[in-house]
């Protein structure tokens, strides 16, 4: 009887509640519209068309956003092409870098707006944005600015030049961090640039593109243009755009691979993941389940290197798992602008919707599914950490990329056992390894067919170190030297 | 003197002794099957005789030369670079001791004689000099990155595993080595399909590589008609990149539209030079790896 009480869920909720600690987002300026940023200028759209962005933690609409069309793209095109030659290319690459520093720096002094409105607009919770996207896009620029002109060190035996310019065409998950992890090494490289921002989440690349005009950029030498997947297909399909840049999912990925076939344009591919992160018995359990948590429930888990799929060493599953469910039971979900809260709002009412039909069939094919049992605030879009186990290598949630706060936990024995599993899989983005074992965590690191392993840690990112995947999770590197290769030409 | 004088009575009636015809069959996993199409072509001179009936590969012998590059993949990959290179080096030494008869063969296919020796000359020395990159191109491509948090982040190039390589049609010898050796140093796997008019040059090679310690299914070599292979290899889910370096405008449409099944890799040679490094490059894969520094 006593041993059944001391395995009792432990229930950290009951004894106080955390008060509310919401940021102040008064100081924040919006606009009630915004046109598209074409050629130095925010210009109204030859669509005449505007659509809605929300906020997904109370169903209000923020702003109205200009859609693109075919001609806008050709507009911001031109406007890239003709910077290209006549400004961007004539400066000298020092100078270059002194105006990529200079957003950078502007972005530093602008950080906590730019962190509320990349809430407010995305769902994530204020820390993630205060503490990861912004000072990381902020560094992205510093980092990329300093290779303007050093980039005769970077690729031995070769000169370079500049590709032209660049579509680059981001995602909803980390809107503003995508922008500079994609605009700040194509300037670098003195490119000029096309960008289109995910639909949901316009706003952060909005302010961006007001920072760039208070950096002076030259006129057209970046162009923000906003609306979905139309927009983003004419731009793809422009035959003025020398490089196209794309982080998404793995479909459109292959939609985009297939519809540059026949031309010469330059392509990277960031694309979707299902990361195995495996925990030996050997692990310190406690920063593993920790590492787990951060893995999988980051950002809600729409991250495309988030771990979901969760390998455990038999010997200590059990303690595993109910260390882990203690610990997502102290999950906070709730309001993106509270201090407190670990998870925020579901990015979209259609990513909802795809996270509830996958959680669905993980159930109907004999999953076993636990969730917290946490409130949640009754208007927006919401969705509580969810475990699964007794799952199998065929279940669809363990093959298909949930990108949501859903965890599929398998178990196995041997280390040639979970690398198989782990490899199983038409992904290769990334990989989580855990144990107390050097030699171990360096074996397993080597064979995982995946583009960035975290050992011993998990989701971590940075200016100078290089991300991207293996097999179906694209093609080519961003950050660091390796990211700069695709926007340079070498000869 | 009995011996001798054997030889002498044979050779002595050499005039009308029958030549020993070679029949050509393809190579994969380290063996000389024949096509298991049963189809062949006819390989003809100058004049227009038949020198040879040369296996007309077909897609079920590029699926089992895709099925025996992976099984060989993960051991050639773990082979030390050191041993990569003097496997390299060896295939180099053993063509070497074969240039007569190289030369001959490619005077069959329609060389001239000066023109087989500058080529494989060259093919020897850029698998000597590939050879040299082994255990080099690691330490040049590689990166220790200053991240901002406590962590130590490293990257360095991995391959990305089985390529599939279209060598080109107008050169017998120099076009293997040029495309196949920067992707196997790399520690990939391929299967060549290889130039139409240069078969024969092509199998006496994998008799070559056969030769060398090179394991069994490291390099395939499959000979036939290449646009019977562009779509299947374009189109195969375990293969992860496709080398050319000649294909036609529509053919490089093909492959590049099917290459988006499985996201694989698609490496134009034409726009690297012969010898370089980065040829090895566009067949790798960074792998970044982080690791907390602290107790």
Redesign the interface.
Known sequence: MKKKSATKDLKFDTKWTYAPAPESADHIQLKEKYDLFINGKFTAPSSKKYFDTINPATEKKIASIAEANAADVDKAVTAARTAQQKVWSKISAAERGKYIYRIARIMQEKARELAIIESIDGGKPIRESRDIDVPLAA?HFFYNAGWADKLEYAF???KTAPVGVAGQIIPWNFPLLMAAWKIAPALAAGNTVVLKPAETTPLTALKLAEILQEADLPPGVVNIITGAGATGAAIVNHPGIDKIAFTGS?DV???I??S???TDKKYT?E?GGKAANIIFEDAAIDQAVEGIVNGIFFNQGHVCCAGSRLFVQEGIAKEVIRKLKDRIQTLIVGDPLDKNTDIGAINSKAQLRKIKSLVQIGIKEGGECWQSDCDVPSKGFWFRPTLFTNVAQSSTIVQEEIFGPVLAIQTFRTVEEVIEKANNT?YGLSGGIWTDKGSK?FQV??KL?????????YN?F?P?????G??????G?EG???GLSPYLK?Y | MATKTAIKNTSASASKRLDVKKTYKIYIDGKFPRTESGRFYALKDAAGNVIANVCRGSRKDLRDAVVSNRKAQNDWSKRSAYNKAQILYRIAETLEGRKTQFIDTMMKEGYKESNAKVEIEAAIDLLIYYAGWSDKYIQVFSAVNPVESSHFNFSYPEPTGIVHVFCPQNQALLGIISHATPVIIGGNTCTLVVAEKHPLTAIEFAEVIHASDLPGGVINIITGYRKEFIAHASSHMDVNAIVYSDVDQEQRKTIQINAALNVKRVVDYSKEETASPYRIMSCQEIKTTWHPIGI
Do not use: C, M
């Open positions: 560094a031995p035996g070769k793995t990925g292959k939609i691979q297939k540059l076939a026949g591919l694309l038409p965590a690191s080597s067919r995946a583009g960035v392993i975290w050992a011993n840690t971590k940075d100078t170190s290089p991300f991207g293996y097999k179906e999770s694209g093609v590197r660091g030297l390796h070498l």
